[in-house]
């Protein structure tokens, strides 16, 4: 709580612009209260940080001070359409702010070294407003050559400077007696001077002095403007340009801000990963498309064409060893971002973003900090379905292995799950090589407990088979679903087996059993692959199901009877003829066929089935002798794995 309170007077400090010094004041308190070093620590690293926010925020203000200025001056040239015009203005204004008779204005020419008559104001004589005068020839020339404001009451009685008949004939002819001239600076240069003048004698006050040699500096910039303007129009666009930037960036940061601040809020309100896409693309516009660990479609905001699997691959790969978003273009696709869903080592999934515009970096550690929330919402909503999903498949354990402990006890379990044991079930057992073994098992257990909860059933791992209960009575279609979804998350066939509807724990244990047989006749009968419930396996799946529960004697006596020489000799002699007989029955009697499958010549098969013959009696190929036989080789495989 200290630690928040101090962070927000850093805050407030921001908020007043105060000086940097009053930025320790947070640290100095919370040192006074007794805050650990870690705390002190981390509250430095805010002030140091909240500096730095500041002086950015200086460092713009003073940038929009300057911009601002620069603009004001920028449009006052961008008028500067004529410059005789603006010198017109600015020697009338020097001649009705002084109040005097004349005004005028010349400049030096520096091809001829002397100085010119550019604009007159009140004159009368043609003499006088074609004047040249030498430097350092009359009131003028002495101010162009010094530099120095010049004034005299009585120009034809002041001998301070030189006279020059030209000039002083056409100073009579305008009639001029008090002249005021301050020079045209452009830095130390000297380009022209400006005259105020009466026809009567008068002083010059030293105020009247200052305001025209201001009035010559606003003529003496409008002149260098005019050469200038294409020099400035570009640093104006350069300025321009750069203000655009400091803006985009700005923007830019404070849609990070907002987008930071919203998903922070989505977690702590238990937001989803849609909820996460929605504000992504409500900030960066465009569309969005999360990716799950295996390339699969979480979720999508917006329209975005889902881009081949290698491509993303490439991508997540660069963006996973980089640890940034990585951007990828595509020949006749708009460009993609591609951000990592990561935890540590592990890999949960991906944002691909089709933004509207060319991201800005704060923009694209939006996108990077969503991917970011999106592998703790993942987590998190992991987590809660492992936790779940032990809670169930402790019930279904318990179901199946102890059903008559205390039914009431596991129905009311049940009931807190919201499952009604007493309605309708069936079980699916999914074979032991399908379920596979240590990542892979772990896989498929998360995948049952998921695809039960979603249908309001239950999953768990018992004996290293997977097990559902699942509300329903197509027991077959159950299997063939699992079967199918399953098969398609680890990538190859998976066997199942099912059993029901059960309507009671009793019942359900039973269907359990019933399961596990049919799951293992299915895989004994060749079937491996397939989903089927104990009732569509016939007669053939209840032998095969009484052998796998224990070996009943008159089965073990029909083998014996059936097949029982044929195996006695392989076994002594190392033969393979009860293979034989598998490969010949399952090619449909064809001798090359069988060869085929058995990589030996034609002959070999011949001879083979010759000894079987001699072994089992002449009449084994007989229709019901061939029946009993390849049931035999069923039960036998069975047995034998």
């Not at 010094?146 to 001998?159: L, Q």
């Not at 999360?290 to 491509?311: Q, W």
């Not at 449909?588 to 085929?596: H, K, P, Q, W």
Request: hydrophobic share 45%; proline share 3%.
């Amino acid at each position: 709580m200290l630690r928040m309170s101090a962070l927000t007077e850093l805050l407030e400090l921001l908020e007043r612009e105060a000086a940097p010094v009053e930025f320790e004041g947070p640290l100095v308190g919370a040192r006074a209260q007794g805050l650990s070093a870690e705390q002190l620590a981390d509250l430095d690293d805010a002030k140091v940080v909240a500096l730095r926010v500041r002086a950015l925020l200086e460092r713009r203000r003073r940038r929009e001070l300057e911009l601002s200025g620069l603009f004001d001056t920028a449009s006052d040239l961008a008028g500067l359409r004529d410059l005789d015009g603006v010198l017109r203005a600015i020697v009338h204004r020097s001649r009705s702010l002084l109040g005097t008779d004349v005004a005028y204005l010349t400049l030096n020419d520096p091809e001829t070294g002397d100085t010119y008559m550019r604009v007159t104001d009140g004159s009368i004589s043609a003499r006088f407003q074609r004047l040249r005068l030498p430097l350092g020839a009359g009131l003028g020339g002495l101010v162009a050559e010094t530099g120095t404001p010049y004034a005299t009451a009585n120009y034809g009685e002041d001998e301070r400077f030189r006279h020059l008949g030209d000039i002083d004939e056409g100073v009579r002819e305008e009639g001029l007696v008090a002249i005021l001239g301050v020079p045209l600076r452009l830095g130390a240069r000297v380009i022209g001077v400006l005259f105020a003048a009466n026809r009567s004698a008068r002083p010059f006050a030293r105020e009247e002095v200052a305001l025209l040699v201001s009035l010559g500096a606003h003529a003496a910039v409008a002149i260098d403007t005019a050469r200038l303007l294409a020099e400035t129009q570009t640093a104006l666009d350069e300025l321009s340009a750069a203000n655009a930037v400091i803006r985009a960036h700005s923007s830019s940061v404070e849609r990070a801000a907002a987008a930071h601040d919203r998903m922070t809020s989505l977690v702590l309100r238990g937001g989803g990963v849609e909820d996460v896409a929605a504000a992504v693309t409500e900030v960066l516009g465009g569309a969005l498309l999360v990716l799950d660990a295996d390339g699969r479609r979480l979720t999508m905001v917006g329209e975005i064409a889902e881009p081949d699997s290698s491509a993303v691959a490439e991508a997540l790969s660069a963006s996973r060893a980089e640890g940034r978003a990585i951007r990828r273009i595509s020949a006749g696709s708009p460009p993609l971002w591609y951000s990592a869903v990561v935890a540590g080592a592990e890999n949960l999934g991906a944002l691909v973003l089709r933004p509207e515009r060319e991201l800005a970096d704060a923009d694209q550690q939006i996108l990077e900090r969503a991917a970011l929330v999106t592998a703790l919402l993942l987590l998190f909503r992991r987590n809660v379905a492992e936790a779940e999903g032990r809670v169930r498949g402790e019930l279904l354990d318990d179901l199946i292995s102890r059903p008559d402990r205390d039914a009431d006890a596991l129905r009311a379990r049940a009931k807190r799950l919201g499952l009604d044991l007493d309605a309708p079930h069936v079980i699916v057992v999914v074979g032991d090589d399908e379920a596979g073994t240590g990542p892979a098992r772990q896989r498929s257990a998360s995948w049952a407990a998921t695809y039960a909860a979603t249908r309001a059933g239950l999953a768990a791992a018992r004996d290293g088979r997977i097990v559902l209960m699942l509300p329903g009575s197509d027991a077959g279609t159950a299997a063939r679903a699992v079967a199918k979804e399953l098969g398609r998350v680890v990538g190859r066939p998976v066997t199942a087996g099912s059993s029901g509807p059960a309507s009671s724990p009793a019942a359900l244990a039973a269907a359990y059993v019933e399961a596990d047989r049919c799951v293992t006749a299915l895989i004994a009968l060749g079937r491996a692959g397939e989903g089927a419930s104990t009732a569509e396996l016939g007669f053939v799946g209840l032998l095969l199901g009484a052998v796998t529960a224990g070996g009943d004697r008159d089965v073990l006596r029909f083998l014996g009877g059936t097949i029982g020489p044929v195996v006695d000799y392989d076994a002594r002699r190392g033969t393979a003829l009860i293979h034989t007989l598998e490969c010949y029955f399952g090619a449909g009697g064809s001798l090359a066929r069988a060869a085929e499958q058995l990589h030996v010549h034609v002959n070999t098969v011949t001879q083979r089935l010759d000894r079987v013959g001699q072994l089992l009696g002449p009449d084994w190929q007989r229709p019901e002798r061939a029946l009993e036989v390849q049931l035999a080789l069923r039960l036998h495989r069975l047995r034998t794995g």
